[in-house]
């Protein structure tokens, strides 16, 4: 997949999941706050929603190259010893 092809696939699938998460919380919460008659086992069920708008968000992450970006960052900071902050101990 080329790289333009994947940030926007990428992109699709965080917009995917933040929809699937957002609504899925909704769904979970208005029949509590408003008291609609809707079936307490969807609203119980819809709270597995937010788990996999998560993991939609995340793939998408993964595949529009959004992840890497922080990896490296981590990195960075952490084994760089130009960026590491040094170790100051006081006595």
Do not use: C
Not at 36 to 47: K, N
């Amino acid at each position: 997949m080329k790289r333009q092809s994947a940030f926007i696939v990428g992109n699709v699938l965080m917009g995917v999941g933040m929809f699937t998460i957002v609504s899925s919380l909704g769904y979970t919460l208005l029949p509590h706050i408003f008291g609609f008659g809707w079936p307490e086992f969807l609203s119980e069920a819809a709270l597995l929603g937010v788990f996999i708008g998560a993991l939609v968000w995340l793939a998408g992450a993964g595949v529009g190259g959004r992840e890497g970006v922080a990896d490296r960052y981590w990195w960075l900071r952490n084994y760089d010893e130009r960026y590491r902050r040094g170790d100051h101990r006081y006595p």
